[in-house]
C-alpha cells in the first residue's frame, strides 16, 4: 500500500519562503512520478510541479522561476523549495506519486496516491 506523508507548510509573510517535504513508502518510487498539487478555497486543484525519476520537472506558469522542485530517490522523497511567496500561493498542497504515463487529472485516478495536505498560508 502506497503512502505519502507531506509536511512543512505553515504561515509566512510575502516574499517569504517555505520548504515542503513529502516522503513515499510501500511502492518502488522508481516507476512514479511526484510532485505537489494545491487547492485553494473555491478553486480546483491544480498541479505545482512534478518529478520524474530521470529528474524531469514540470511547473505550473505561476510558480516558474519561485518554485523548485527536487527528488532523493534513495529516500523516496520530493521537495517543493518554494521562494518569493505571494498570497496567491495560498492553499493547501497535497503530495501525490503516479505511475507513469500520469494522467494530469486534479481528482487523480486508480493509481493516483495523495498525502494528508499541508496548509500553506501567504499574509502579512
Same mark, same amino acid.
Request: net charge neutral; proline share 5%; aromatic share 12%.
Given at each position: 500500500? @502506497?503512502? %505519502? !506523508?507531506?509536511?512543512? /507548510?505553515?504561515? !509566512?509573510? +510575502? /516574499?517569504?519562503?517555505?520548504? %515542503?517535504?513529502? @516522503?513515499?513508502? /510501500? $511502492?518502488?518510487?522508481?516507476?512514479?512520478?511526484?510532485?505537489?498539487?494545491?487547492? &485553494? +478555497?473555491?478553486?480546483?486543484?491544480? %498541479?505545482? &510541479?512534478?518529478? $520524474?525519476?530521470?529528474?524531469? *520537472?514540470?511547473?505550473?506558469?505561476?510558480?516558474?522561476?519561485?518554485?523548485?522542485?527536487?527528488?532523493?530517490? &534513495?529516500?523516496? $522523497?520530493?521537495?517543493?523549495?518554494?521562494?518569493? %511567496?505571494?498570497?496567491?500561493? *495560498?492553499?493547501?498542497?497535497?503530495?501525490? &506519486?503516479?505511475?507513469? +504515463?500520469?494522467?494530469?487529472?486534479?481528482?487523480? *485516478?486508480?493509481? *493516483?496516491?495523495?498525502?494528508? /495536505? $499541508?496548509?500553506?498560508? !501567504?499574509?502579512?
Amino acid at each position: 500500500q @502506497v503512502q %505519502l !506523508v507531506d509536511s512543512g /507548510g505553515g504561515l !509566512v509573510q +510575502p /516574499g517569504g519562503s517555505l520548504r %515542503l517535504s513529502c @516522503v513515499g513508502s /510501500g $511502492t518502488n518510487f522508481n516507476f512514479y512520478v511526484m510532485g505537489w498539487y494545491r487547492q &485553494a +478555497p473555491g478553486k480546483q486543484r491544480e %498541479l505545482v &510541479a512534478d518529478i $520524474t525519476k530521470e529528474l524531469y *520537472t514540470r511547473y505550473v506558469d505561476s510558480v516558474k522561476g519561485r518554485f523548485t522542485i527536487s527528488r532523493d530517490n &534513495a529516500k523516496n $522523497t520530493v521537495y517543493l523549495q518554494m521562494n518569493s %511567496l505571494k498570497p496567491e500561493d *495560498t492553499a493547501v498542497y497535497y503530495c501525490y &506519486a503516479e505511475p507513469l +504515463p500520469v494522467s494530469d487529472s486534479p481528482e487523480g *485516478t486508480e493509481f *493516483t496516491s495523495w498525502g494528508q /495536505g $499541508t496548509q500553506v498560508t !501567504v499574509s502579512s
